[in-house]
């Protein structure tokens, strides 16, 4: 398996730090330093709005399980505590939402998707995997999307702990796409052959994403 490089600017890393739960965390940097940090038709907020379909499922960490299926060839369920045991890193980025904000310097710490997703062992012609959360929401992307290494399953945000409106104790951060991709109270990641759309993917949204290139709608 192979993780592709972050596609924007990188910064050296400034040594490991302690983060909210003591654990060091190595640091990546994906802010654009060649571009406008604000994509086109996006604004800039200085506030994180909430934003999501249903209720906010309220499970403490120590009962949340995160499963990998589909095409892999070792699928497993991992408990909080081995998930906490996985490296964790730590990524600063912006993100943007398809409802036109973005809110810049995000510092989001929590383990990388590519590291859970080499323990399973996705099959060769597993090209696209469905993003689970609760009540049956999903979302989908492209597998070299979801395995870039500023990808993560984050459980802090700018020093604590991930709120549960903001998806804690767990969920999906892919700075590179749009934010609808990044699933909240994440439960599975399931690798599959065909591009099958997540549920705003079948309501019209875009299957993949891009902001830079204004793939908001798939019309
Ligand atoms: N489980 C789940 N995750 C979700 C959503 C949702 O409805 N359910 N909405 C997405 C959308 S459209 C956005 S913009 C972001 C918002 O995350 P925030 O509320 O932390 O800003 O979560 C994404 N993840
Ligand atoms: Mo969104």
Redesign the pocket.
């Given at each position: 398996m192979t993780v592709e490089p972050a596609a924007s600017g990188r910064r050296p890393p400034d040594g490991p730090r302690g983060e909210a739960s003591g654990q060091a965390a190595e640091r990546l940097d994906v802010r654009p330093t060649d571009r406008v940090r604000v994509p086109p038709g996006q604004y800039q907020t200085e506030k994180?709005?909430?934003?999501?379909?249903?209720a906010i499922p309220r499970v403490p960490a120590e009962s949340w399980t995160l499963e990998v299926r589909g095409a892999v060839e070792r699928p497993l369920r991992l408990t909080w505590d081995e998930l906490m045991a996985l490296p964790q890193r730590e990524v600063v980025c912006d993100?943007h939402?398809?409802?036109q904000?973005s809110?810049l310097d995000n510092r989001f710490v929590g383990v990388p998707v590519s590291e859970v997703a080499r323990r399973a062992g996705p099959e060769p012609g597993a090209a696209h995997v469905l993003i689970h959360?609760?009540?049956g929401?999903?979302?989908n992307l492209p597998r070299e999307d979801l395995l870039r290494e500023e990808v993560l399953l984050a459980h802090g945000h700018d020093g604590r702990p991930l709120e549960p409106?903001?998806?804690g104790p767990l969920?999906?951060v892919v700075p590179h796409l749009?934010?609808?991709?990044?699933?909240?109270?994440?439960t599975a990641l399931e690798f599959v052959t065909e591009a099958s759309p997540g549920?705003?993917e079948r309501n019209g949204y875009h299957m993949r994403g891009d902001p830079w290139r204004e793939e908001r709608f798939a019309w």
């Open positions: 994180w709005p909430v934003l999501h379909y249903g993100i939402c398809v409802t904000w809110r959360a609760p009540d929401w999903s979302s409106e903001h998806g969920r999906l749009y934010f609808w991709k990044s699933a909240k109270w994440v549920f705003w």
